[in-house]
């Protein structure tokens, strides 16, 4: 027997070889359950259970029959091996089992507001207010410990690839462009703030000027704004910089470090060997979609051509008034094997496009070599067979169309295409598959404004430089600036920052922007880079959502160790709260609420 005072042995480490020991184990008590007068405690700690048997004869039997779920418990007892028909082959410790003949509580527990043996759903505020009831759950338990395992690898993956962390502040400026920040009041300081980073953007830029190279930072930052199933107020970010990089570098450092973390914690799930590169446009007309999922096979194709001209007036009313309307085709190519695709399914899809706030869904299917459905009888035979030819369809197989200008459709294309691709069962789930969606545009222009304005990152190099920015139309030229996409999910976004002054003047110009609106809102940055800067570049995957899907989830807040809720609230320690008189004289600030 062991001297120490809670454990020989933790509650996952038994083994057959282990049989005839007396051992020590403590733990909370997992399952209670009573076979006939024989006691059995499946007792849990973080390692693992081991399943504990108290006989009526058992000094601790007494002791025993007081134990409720979820009491700490220590035991003294012998390991024996399980009968042949008693053995769990899913329990590491399934071949063995304690003979309990002392138990001490260590901490006796009141009624549970919640269970925790066992998965079922129970309502989210009971869950964050008892979190750490919560993550006593053996999924949530097993997601945060992929958590921290998934960090670690990614932490020595930047290391082998020859990048160093430093950490930047967490106490800093508000930011005059992005999301909304979070301000911090200064006390020494009346009447002014800090804010808590968005990212370290600014100053993993200024590392790359002060000669540093390759930089990296498990980052923690905060945006101040609705939380989302994929997004939350506070998260986590790996973010990277490089100096004296082109956009081809970024992808050859930090696709390995992507690739590799996914191999090494998938399960055997797949995992993309090569990323393609989809630029923006084909992304958009493609998949209807800037983070597209490619485990879907469908690809969106134009075919306006067909329809202009045609007896279905409906389209080709639209695309003879207006020439930036375009039809696209959603073609549906069944599995081999699969039920044909007929009326009852295509008029599911026109009846949940309806429900999408859309006019409809118009479609053709297949079958006996031609095609049915009034698109098919309004075009006729010649350009329905055109159509099967064009999007390589046969005869089970359908085709979906959406028709009038693209920046107006493309998402709703999109989601009619992922609503296809998974309503037949075309999605090919077990797998991570990545891209990088590149050439992402520099400029759009914004309709309301009636004017050019930044498409995404103000920052990033644009293709072409200066000459680009002199001598193109804005909205033709697009910027080195990139995002990996995972099943769906954008996983980062990353850019060739602009270090020169001269582009970036010119930049903010065609945008609208006078030299004193750059100087007053980014003059520190300016004359950083108006003291000698590299080219660089960088990314920042962001860590919750590449745990989440590793975990199979689809809520941030199931590998979060202590999340927040849908509204910001901190429900375990009631943040945020008031602050009291004395805070508030200290920090010069009166509250100046709305009246309710």
């Known amino acids: 027997m062991t001297s120490h005072l809670y454990r020989s042995h933790t509650c996952g480490a038994l083994t057959a070889a282990d049989a005839g020991q007396n051992v020590r184990l403590s733990g909370w008590a997992h399952r209670i359950r009573d076979h006939g007068g024989l006691l059995f405690i499946d007792l849990r700690d973080h390692y693992g259970l081991t399943q504990a048997v108290i006989d009526p004869d058992s000094p601790a039997f007494k002791d025993a029959e007081k134990v409720r779920s979820e009491w700490v418990i220590r035991i003294d007892g012998e390991v024996k091996l399980r009968d042949a028909a008693a053995i769990n082959p899913n329990l590491p410790t399934g071949t063995v089992e304690v003979y309990v003949r002392a138990i001490e509580v260590l901490g006796a527990a009141t009624e549970l507001p919640m269970p925790v043996f066992g998965e079922q759903e129970y309502p989210e505020d009971v869950r964050l207010k008892y979190r750490f009831l919560d993550l006593r759950r053996e999924r949530l338990h097993r997601n945060i410990v992929l958590r921290s395992k998934v960090i670690s690898s990614l932490r020595n993956r930047m290391v082998q690839q020859g990048f160093m962390e430093y950490q930047t502040p967490m106490l800093t400026a508000s930011s005059p462009e992005g999301a909304r920040d979070f301000l ?4 020494v300081h009346p ?3 800090y804010a808590l980073p968005q990212s370290p953007q600014l100053f993993k830029q200024l590392l790359m000027i002060a000669g540093f190279d390759r930089y990296f930072q498990i980052a923690t930052c905060f945006r101040d704004e609705d939380a989302r199933a994929d997004r939350a107020v506070e998260f986590t970010q790996l973010d990277i910089e490089m100096s004296f990089v082109e956009q081809e570098d970024i992808f050859q450092a930090i696709e390995p470090v992507l690739r590799g973390v996914f191999e090494e914690f998938a399960n055997g799930w797949r995992v993309t060997q090569k990323f393609p590169r989809i630029p923006y446009a084909d992304a958009i007309r493609k998949y209807g979609s800037d983070k597209p999922d490619l485990r879907n096979p469908i690809e969106m194709q134009a075919v306006t051509e067909h329809f202009a001209g045609s007896g279905f007036k409906v389209f080709a009313g639209q695309i003879e008034a207006d020439s930036k309307v375009q039809v696209w085709a959603i073609p549906a190519k069944n599995k081999a094997g699969a039920e044909p695709i007929g009326r009852a399914f295509c008029d599911r899809m026109n009846a949940w496009a309806q429900g999408e706030g859309q006019p409809g869904l118009g479609y053709i299917f297949f079958k006996e070599g031609a095609g049915s459905g009034p698109i098919a009888k309004n075009i006729g035979e010649e350009r329905t067979a055109a159509l099967k030819a064009q999007l390589g369809l046969d005869d089970g197989d359908a085709v979906f169309f959406v028709c009038g200008r693209p920046e107006k ?5 999109g989601e009619a295409r992922t609503k296809a691709g998974t309503d037949l069962g075309l999605v090919d789930v077990e797998q991570f598959a990545f891209c990088w969606i590149v050439d992402f545009p520099m400029f759009e ?15 990033s190099m644009p293709q072409g430089g200066l000459e680009a920015l002199q001598t193109q139309d804005p909205l033709t030229i697009n910027a080195y600036q990139y995002d990996s996409v995972c099943n769906g999910y954008e996983l980062s976004s990353g850019a060739i920052r602009n270090h020169r002054p001269d582009i970036m003047r010119k930049a903010f110009e065609i945008a609208g922007y006078t030299n004193e609106d750059l100087e007053d809102k980014f003059g520190g940055m300016l004359r950083a880079f108006e003291l000698g800067a590299p080219p ?5 995957p962001g860590v919750d959502r590449i745990i989440m899907l590793l975990a199979h ?4 807040r199931e590998v979060t160790a202590f999340p927040m809720n849908q509204q910001s609230e901190d429900l375990l320690m009631g943040a945020p709260t008031p602050a009291s008189a004395k805070q508030l004289r200290e920090l010069h600030i009166r509250p100046n609420l709305a009246e309710k």
């Open 445 to 459: 222009w914004m309709e309301e404004e009636k004017k050019v304005d930044f498409s995404h990152n103000p920052f």
């Open 409 to 413: 459709f493309y998402k709703f294309a």
């Open 184 to 187: 911090v009041p200064s006390r």
């Open 536 to 540: 660089h570049g960088g990314i920042a």
């Open 191 to 193: 009447g002014k703030f």
């Open 553 to 556: 989830e689809d809520n941030l």
